[in-house]
């Protein structure tokens, strides 16, 4: 497998309460990696809004200023609706390896979301490294994809 993102560029992490200490344990894990990380909160398991932490994470992506992003509250569906708000960003639930690969090979996301109350580290370790490395396959799938965006 090969890092189909673009390598130059920061990997944008957030996350609510439920799922800092995934993100923390994941940044931790890409920079050992060599990859380097955007961290845009929250830092600690005090109570908290996860449209803070999603929006300014979608934003990175959507700007251009990071490769791809990743998301963490507990079921990760209030994330993935808030990113998916922003232009330009496909935001997957990814919660088995099975559905990571076709999030990113069929939908070409480039947010993943991940529940940090139903998956292990191990196996969002295991989608990351699926979503990092799994190329978006057009053809087929580049019409459906076109027509996502409303803007």
């Known amino acids: 497998m090969a890092y189909v ?19 923390n344990e994941i ?3 890409l920079q050992e990696k060599g990859y380097t990380t955007k961290d845009f909160g929250t830092y600690n398991t005090d109570s908290v809004d996860y449209p803070d ?6 934003t ?12 963490f509250c507990g079921t990760a569906n209030g994330v993935a609706m808030t990113a998916n708000k922003h232009v330009g960003i496909r935001a997957g639930l990814c919660w088995r390896p099975e559905v990571t690969e076709f999030t990113r090979s069929h939908n070409d996301a480039n947010i993943i979301c991940i529940p940090a109350r139903y998956v292990s580290i191990e196996i969002a370790k295991e989608m990351l490294e699926i979503f990092m490395n799994t190329a978006f396959e057009g053809g087929r799938h580049q019409n459906r994809v076109t027509k996502i965006s409303c803007a």
């Open 5 to 23: 993102f673009d390598a130059s560029k920061p990997i944008a992490l957030g996350a609510d309460h439920a799922g800092v200490q995934f993100k």
């Open 27 to 29: 940044i931790s894990w």
């Open 53 to 58: 932490f999603a929006h300014p994470t979608a």
């Open 60 to 71: 990175s992506v959507e700007t251009g200023e990071a490769a791809f992003g990743i998301l």
